[in-house]
């Protein structure tokens, strides 16, 4: 069987970018390049491959559960496809400040769903963090929680959550750009907690979980929990519940649209068509207006996911639009059937709780 041409001109592009990931990491491990640690806690959730694993959701179940703590949590967060740079305090923990134009579509999400949590956007996590040790100085936080940062090694932390995804082809893992792995595989070792989800396959999942526990860190499986549609105006709540099955004309720009479908169809809609965007992508008033035309010239109602519907509440515009067309969004969370009280152990441990 021949290789893909594609294949074959990436696959030194892949070994160079492998080769400079390890020089990096090495430097780290041999204390040539030393960390800065803040003052509180420290938990990075990241993953090692490019892509949605289910970091975001995630990170939104940890700080519900240090909230339920009574912690004063941080978020920082890159702020992916955001229209800003540098570090941006999208929430001061009583008000949100940014929308998500300004602060990324998973981060205006996360500050939104978590009122109570300081979340800034900021591409170098140190940087984010010295923000908030400065203007929160008088009342610090207990924790700050690092979104997608298994790979920012310039700032230390006390427990590293990585997540992987049992829907890629683990076993064939190749290095960017050639696949989606940001550095080889075995560097896994170096979290301190595995999560394994997204998975479709049991034989599959199980024979990742042999091989994820060969690094002889905990291992734990995590499940995408359907909470079902949320309506964005009265006018979607009366069409989501007519009694009748939904006939729904879904849309996504996010790294795994397929699951959202297969998230939608377990609510019982029939997804009777459907339009995928990149990840991050922003909406333009001519591609929301194809959409709603699309959907009324079908009979069918839009159905989005709750990233997508805050990136298109980021434009006053997009949002009257999908208002009037009563769009709906699908809300989602993070479960571990397995393990979750060792995790949150593990977390309570971490702020003496």
Same mark, same amino acid.
């Given at each position: 069987?021949?290789? +893909?041409?594609?294949?074959?001109?990436?696959?030194?592009?892949?070994?160079?970018?492998?080769?400079?990931?390890?020089?990096?990491? /090495?430097?780290?491990?041999?204390?040539?390049?030393?960390?800065?640690?803040?003052? !509180?806690?420290?938990?990075?959730?990241?993953?090692?491959?490019?892509?949605?694993?289910?970091?975001?959701?995630?990170?939104?179940?940890?700080?519900?559960?240090? %909230?339920? %703590?009574?912690? +004063?949590?941080?978020?920082?967060?890159?702020?992916?496809?955001?229209?800003?740079?540098?570090?941006?305090?999208?929430?001061?923990?009583?008000?949100?400040?940014?929308?998500?134009?300004?602060?990324?579509?998973? /981060?205006?999400?996360?500050?939104?769903?978590?009122? &109570?949590?300081?979340?800034?956007?900021? &591409?170098?996590?140190?940087?984010?963090? +010295?923000?908030?040790?400065?203007?929160?100085?008088?009342?610090?936080?207990?924790?700050?929680?690092?979104?997608?940062?298994?790979?920012?090694?310039?700032?230390?932390?006390?427990?590293?959550?990585?997540?992987?995804?049992?829907?890629?082809?683990?076993?064939?893992?190749?290095?960017?750009?050639?696949?989606?792995?940001?550095?080889?595989?075995?560097?896994?070792?170096?979290?301190? $907690?595995?999560?394994?989800?997204?998975?479709?396959?049991?034989?599959?999942?199980?024979?990742?979980?042999?091989?994820?526990?060969?690094?002889?860190?905990?291992?734990?499986?995590?499940?995408?929990?359907?909470?079902?549609?949320?309506?964005?105006?009265?006018?979607?709540? =009366?069409?989501?519940?007519?009694?009748?099955?939904?006939?729904?004309?879904?849309?996504?720009?996010?790294?795994?649209?397929?699951?959202?479908?297969?998230?939608?169809?377990?609510?019982?809609?029939?997804?009777?068509?459907?339009?995928?965007?990149?990840?991050?992508?922003?909406?333009?008033? =001519?591609?929301?207006?194809? %959409?709603?035309?699309?959907?009324?010239?079908?009979?069918?109602?839009?159905?989005?996911?709750?990233?997508?519907?805050?990136? %298109?509440?980021?434009?006053?515009?997009?949002?009257?639009?999908?208002?009037?067309?009563? !769009?709906?969004?699908?809300? $989602?969370?993070?479960?571990?059937? &397995?393990?979750?009280?060792?995790?949150?152990?593990?977390?309570?441990?971490?702020?003496?709780?």
């Amino acid at each position: 069987m021949h290789k +893909r041409p594609l294949s074959i001109l990436l696959r030194p592009l892949g070994l160079l970018y492998g080769l400079i990931a390890e020089i990096r990491n /090495t430097l780290f491990e041999t204390a040539l390049l030393t960390p800065w640690r803040p003052p !509180c806690p420290v938990v990075s959730i990241g993953n090692i491959t490019a892509g949605g694993t289910g970091k975001t959701p995630m990170v939104d179940w940890t700080t519900k559960y240090f %909230l339920s %703590l009574g912690c +004063r949590v941080a978020i920082i967060s890159r702020g992916y496809g955001r229209l800003t740079k540098g570090v941006q305090m999208v929430s001061d923990g009583r008000h949100l400040l940014l929308s998500a134009r300004e602060a990324g579509d998973e /981060t205006a999400m996360l500050a939104a769903n978590n009122p &109570e949590a300081i979340v800034v956007a900021a &591409e170098k996590r140190k940087e984010g963090a +010295r923000f908030i040790q400065k203007t929160f100085e008088n009342f610090p936080p207990d924790v700050i929680i690092l979104d997608d940062a298994f790979q920012h090694r310039q700032m230390a932390r006390d427990l590293d959550i990585v997540i992987v995804s049992a829907s890629e082809p683990f076993f064939k893992a190749r290095m960017l750009p050639e696949g989606r792995l940001r550095e080889p595989l075995r560097n896994l070792a170096r979290a301190d $907690i595995i999560l394994l989800g997204k998975i479709t396959d049991p034989d599959e999942a199980d024979a990742i979980e042999h091989a994820l526990t060969a690094t002889g860190r905990p291992v734990f499986r995590t499940r995408v929990h359907t909470l079902g549609l949320e309506p964005v105006t009265d006018r979607s709540e =009366e069409s989501a519940n007519t009694g009748v099955q939904l006939q729904a004309l879904a849309f996504a720009g996010i790294a795994a649209p397929e699951e959202f479908l297969a998230s939608l169809r377990r609510t019982g809609t029939d997804v009777r068509a459907h339009r995928f965007f990149r990840d991050h992508q922003p909406y333009t008033t =001519e591609t929301v207006r194809s %959409l709603i035309r699309e959907a009324k010239e079908k009979g069918l109602s839009l159905v989005t996911t709750e990233k997508d519907w805050f990136r %298109l509440l980021g434009d006053p515009q997009l949002k009257e639009l999908m208002e009037h067309a009563g !769009c709906s969004y699908l809300k $989602i969370e993070t479960r571990l059937p &397995e393990g979750e009280e060792k995790l949150r152990m593990a977390l309570r441990d971490l702020v003496g709780r």
